[in-house]
């Protein structure tokens, strides 16, 4: 897994599944955080302070923002890691409750659905 992405929204899921993939990260000739800014709000500083940790291991990283548009943020994660040619997207599962889930669906679902290219979910 030579390009790494990572789904980051900031949530304890998003950190749980970066520290999960810790062994690709640290083997990654570059790693990308996907932030989807205009589905809930976020802020950038997370996103940066992670691209600065990584940094300092050593590990080339870089924060994209993208917008959703109105499309599920799934399937704008992976399009988006698809366009950066990533090897493998990480991302955290099922980050919220089961009852948002199930009336608006989820990233989670929307990666399931339809997988276009390896994905590591950690929850």
Request: glycine share 8%; net charge negative.
């Amino acid at each position: 897994m030579d390009h790494v992405a990572i789904a980051w929204d900031g949530s304890r899921a998003a950190a749980r599944a970066a520290h999960d993939a810790s062994f690709f990260l640290e083997r990654a000739s570059k790693v990308c955080l996907l932030s989807v800014i205009d589905e809930k709000p976020i802020k950038y500083e997370t996103g940066d302070y992670l691209v600065e940790n990584l940094l300092k291991s050593g590990v080339v990283a870089e924060a994209t923002r993208v917008r959703a548009g109105g499309e599920p943020v799934g399937e704008v994660l992976q399009a988006k890691a698809f366009e950066l040619r990533a090897d493998l997207l990480v991302m955290g599962g099922f980050g919220h409750s089961r009852l948002r889930e199930f009336v608006l669906g989820g990233a989670t679902q929307a990666v399931l659905t339809n997988i276009s290219l390896p994905i590591l979910l950690s929850h």
